[in-house]
Each structure stands twice: as structure tokens, then as C-alpha cells.
């Protein structure tokens, strides 16, 4: 069975705003999706990273990526769930192989989680995600910004990626999926009747949506330079 890695980055990042989509903004002298593919090259067990492209997509070509391990369709689609079925169907995976759907907007992904996430899954029926235990309080709200409730964190995740799953059993359950309805893979698995596992992640491995997460992804970059 072979690990192959991949990753949508058919965005716009409209949340995030500017001129070309975040995922393209220079970050420590690389575009910012350079640091997430390196990441995911850098793990051994991973012999393929395949990039989802927008098929309108102008800024790709502009830069030297100088990874060996990449692979470019440019397949994206309207959501992310529709991105990462093209791109499912692009790379020609074998039913067995292991997928791991990460985002292409979570550059600080390190390669020690990775290779956590593989180490637990290996022998999973299923497979799973990274993900966190919720650290704070949890407040369930009314209409009027009132707390209605108040949640126990006991037992609450918050869902990261990478999120690794056989790829055929990742291909039937997003086939039986309605786009919108999906907004992870996991909950395609879920809905297809599994239990994806749950593996600790780390709060680094958080997703630039807003400008203001520009900083701490420079600081944790440049943190693991030397
Ligand atoms: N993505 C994709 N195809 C889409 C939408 C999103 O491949 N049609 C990718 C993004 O490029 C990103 C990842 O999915 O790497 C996570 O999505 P998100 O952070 O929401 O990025 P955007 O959709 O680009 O941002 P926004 O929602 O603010 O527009
Ligand atoms: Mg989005």
C-alpha cells in the first residue's frame, strides 16, 4: 500500500482577501502552500504529493517549487469537497492506498504529526484525522448572544488535516455526498457509516484564513529554520 498526500488548493480565499489567493502569498521567502507540500514531501512514507489547482489558476506557474515528490492536476472545483473528489479521481490511487487530504492553507503542518497520524492509523479498518482536544470552556449560545448552555469539553474535538482514509472507501463516500453538506472528510466517512479515529494533532497546525494569522505562521517558520 502506498501514502500518497493530497492536497486542494483550488480556493480564493475570500475571507482573507488581496490580490491572489493566500495560499500564494510569500511567507518566509516561499509562497505559502511551498512550506505545506515540503512538509508533506519530507515524510518517507509518502511518495506522491498531488496538488488540486484551480483549472484557472495563473499564479502556479510563476514560482520553482523544486519538489520531487509533486504532482499537479488541475481539477479544482467549486468547494473543497468537490476539489478533493476531482482530485481523488486524478490520481489513479489503487483501492488500497492510503490518502491524507491536507490543506493546502495549513502551512505549519510538522512532519513529526504526520508521521504520528501514520504510525497509529497503519493498521486501522478505517482510518482518521488530526485533530485537538477543545482547550477552553464550551458556551452554547441563544439568539440574543445569551448563553443558553454551557458544553462540556469533555469528549470535543476540533478537526484538523491531514485526514487519512483507503481510497476507495474515501472515493464511495464522497460519491454518496452531497457538497455542501460535507465540510470534512471525515464526516463523508461518518455519514457512510464509519468511525474515523481521532489522533491528537497540535495547535500550530492551524489553517491561515485571515490576514491576522499571517504572523504566528511567520513565527512558527521561522522558528524551525535551524
Ligand atoms: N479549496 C479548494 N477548492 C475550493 C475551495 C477551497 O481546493 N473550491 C481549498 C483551499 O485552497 C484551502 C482548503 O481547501 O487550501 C481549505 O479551504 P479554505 O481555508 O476555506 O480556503 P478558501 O476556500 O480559499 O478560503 P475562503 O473560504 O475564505 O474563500
Ligand atoms: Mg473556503
Redesign the pocket.
Known amino acids: 500500500t502506498r501514502y500518497l498526500a493530497l ?10 482577501g488581496g490580490p491572489s ?3 500564494y502569498l510569500q511567507l518566509n521567502g516561499r509562497p505559502l ?1 511551498w512550506h ?1 507540500l515540503q512538509a508533506l514531501s519530507q515524510v518517507e512514507a509518502i511518495s506522491e504529493v498531488v496538488l ?3 483549472p484557472g489558476d495563473e499564479w502556479f506557474d510563476d514560482f520553482d517549487w523544486d519538489l520531487p515528490k509533486l504532482r499537479v492536476h488541475r481539477v ?9 473528489r476531482n ?1 481523488l479521481e486524478a490520481m489513479a490511487a489503487g483501492e488500497q492506498d492510503w490518502v491524507l487530504v491536507h ?4 502551512c505549519c503542518l510538522s512532519v513529526a504529526a504526520v508521521e504520528r497520524l501514520i504510525a497509529t492509523l497503519a493498521d486501522d479498518q478505517v482510518g482518521g484525522l488530526l485533530a485537538l482536544p477543545v482547550p477552553d470552556t464550551v458556551k452554547r449560545a441563544d439568539a440574543e448572544g445569551r448563553i443558553s448552555a454551557t458544553v462540556p469539553r469533555q469528549g470535543l474535538w476540533l478537526a484538523q ?1 491531514p485526514q487519512m482514509f483507503r481510497a476507495g472507501l474515501l472515493a464511495r463516500a464522497l460519491a454518496g455526498s452531497v457538497a455542501d453538506e460535507v465540510t470534512d472528510e471525515a464526516s463523508a466517512i461518518e455519514r457512510h457509516g464509519h468511525k474515523p479515529r481521532l489522533v491528537e494533532g497540535d495547535a500550530q497546525n492551524f ?4 490576514p491576522r494569522d499571517l504572523a504566528l505562521a511567520r513565527a512558527i517558520l521561522a522558528s524551525r529554520k535551524d
Open positions: 492536497v486542494p488548493a483550488a480556493g480564493s480565499g475570500s475571507r482573507f489567493p493566500k495560499q502552500m505545506t488540486v489547482l484551480s479544482g472545483g467549486a468547494s473543497r469537497a468537490e476539489s478533493v482530485g490543506d493546502a492553507a495549513r488535516t489553517k491561515v484564513t485571515y
